[in-house]
């Protein structure tokens, strides 16, 4: 703190009693992480000029103590102190609807901050009940909605979620269905989804537990049980390679043996949180 | 660009013949997305508040042609134009270093926009050589140090990538080995591993083409073919419940029939991009 005051008074600036107070609160907000990095969370509004100096300041001390990277979360209330941070030296990071991270490598040679998220993940889940039907929904909006067909419930997996959790929750909100996840039978990458980004799509089977349909207006047109073969015949499955591949694998697990990924229950690794991990377990276990 | 000059000149603004120019390169900016909406790509300096006057003429503009989702993508560079931005009611969507996407919904209700990447992606790489020696390596920085663990080579799926190339790359990369992609054995997932974002973490087998190790100077510390047995006698091993899992799997595919899931080529849909359906193809096969 001392520091960023002596910065203020060597540019000949006059500290008034409100920015000494500015800075103090500034200097507080900043914790370290633990990779030897600091992370400044701002929250309070401050003068962009005073943000300015007193960020100036605090690199120098950082330098000093040799902290490596530096890390600003500007909330978009704060949106006028984006420009002083990049006039820093900052880049962007990442970015959610209510924030914006900014980061800052201090010693020499190029950065080992972790990379911003790079994809989107989306599930699919196969329903079938006891009369061979599966469960399938028209959708709203989009692509789907042109192509008019009836397709497997989909969704996006949000951040904290589990797949085997997402995939669930996404037959429940579009069908009213409850389910029980079974397995991962395959997944599929795709790239440039959206801007530069990637997209991971995993294909679920799940047992349902209930089976009156309730659609959820916001997104969905209709949903039905539909017998197999009826879904199978629909022009779009049929010129489709990429959906003929995924029915093959469907009925394979439906009627061979084939053998998907099941979430078997381990711990992380240093923070001892609950896991899982997706993996053969028929195949495992036959040893 | 008649309803930015108009609306410029409601609010009693003389145009200057610059303001004028400036106006007319950023309306031509704008291109119509798939889905409805514009996005558009600042490349060009401009005056904050011209800017700021264009976007509100635009938007309206807009609103009449009945679009939906507005993006608007600003360079670091022109990082003066953010706040402009959201005062105009634009959040922010997502960040990469060098830019800032912005976004804005113009129909009443909740917007449709895709959500931002969620998730980093990270292999794993299980090589072993014909004397049941596994490649492993030791890492220069981060958790690992610490620990002082030889590991089985991992690293980041970048965007755009596919994960059985990035995998390759890792070793590559780490060790200089060739090797040839044969199976995911396992996935898992983790969340909060950087700020709000998930992790999956795909365990990867390959098959080994060259033998001289290389270390990578940047982040390895060294690296070798480890006995087996040795590798799994290290106490992180041991203590590890995922560890030990994870060597579980690896020694069920060399040793018994497990199978994971190889990427089959398939097609996507709508685009036609060639892509890999990651599946258990001995399973499928059988049938």
Redesign the interface.
Known sequence: MVTAVSSLALVGHKLSENELQQITELQLTATED??GGVIVEMNKPVEPEVFACTLRASISLWRKQGKRGVWIKIP?EL??L??AA?KQGF???????????LAYWIPEGSH?L????????RVGAFVMNEKREVLVVKEK???FLRTGEWKLPTG????????CTAVVREVKEETAIDTEFLEV????????S?????E?FFLCILRPVSFDIQEQESEILAAQWMPWEEYLAQPVVQE????K??A??CL?KKD??????SP?P??????D?K??????YQ??K??
């Not at 381990?266 to 923070?271: G, H, P, Q, Y």
Request: with cysteine; hydrophobic share 40%.
């Open positions: 633990d990779h978009i949106v006028n984006v420009e990049v880049w962007f990071h990442h970015a959610e609807p209510k924030y914006l991270m080992t972790p990379a911003n998220a790079s994809h989107v993940v909006c989009g692509i996006t997996v949000e951040e904290g979620e589990d797949v039978l395959a997944f599929g990458e795709s790239h440039q959206f801007f530069q980004k990637s991971l489709s390679e990429l959906l591949l995924t093959d694998i394979a061979e043996n084939y053998s998907g990924f078997f381990t711990k992380l690794r240093f923070t949180q896991s899982h991990l997706y993996l053969n195949d495992l036959r040893q």
